[in-house]
């Protein structure tokens, strides 16, 4: 059994690259975009915007509850589960609104 959660069999089972991860995630986020929006190309996708976006998801799921979404993204430190947040607190509207035209300026 691994200890790892992702990993590949190249070379013996070892732990999956940080740059396949990034791969991946790029891969299918944008063929599932492409899908939805029709557009031909989506760029700016990553590991950690997808992890902000969860984050923003799962804090307002839960009544903005900063213990709960520490915990869910493995942090010791509630200012830093703080860094994640503060954007639902404010700004959230006008960052759905951003990515809303950027998205339908792309078809």
């Not at 790029?26 to 029709?38: D, F, G």
């Not at 950690?48 to 520490?70: P, T």
């Not at 404010?90 to 951003?98: F, K, L, N, Q, S």
């Amino acid at each position: 059994m691994s200890p790892f959660l992702f990993v590949t069999n190249h070379g013996g089972i070892k732990k999956i690259s940080q740059r396949a991860i990034q791969n991946i995630v790029q891969k299918y986020t944008t063929a599932y975009l492409e899908q939805v929006t029709h557009a031909k190309s989506i760029k700016g996708l990553s590991p950690h915007k997808l992890r902000h976006s969860f984050s923003l998801v799962y804090y307002e799921k839960n009544n903005g509850d900063n213990k709960l979404l520490s915990d869910q993204l493995g942090h010791s430190n509630l200012n830093t589960t703080g860094l994640y947040v503060n954007m639902a607190d404010g700004t959230r509207a006008e960052a759905i609104e951003r990515v809303s035209e950027a998205l339908n300026n792309e078809e």
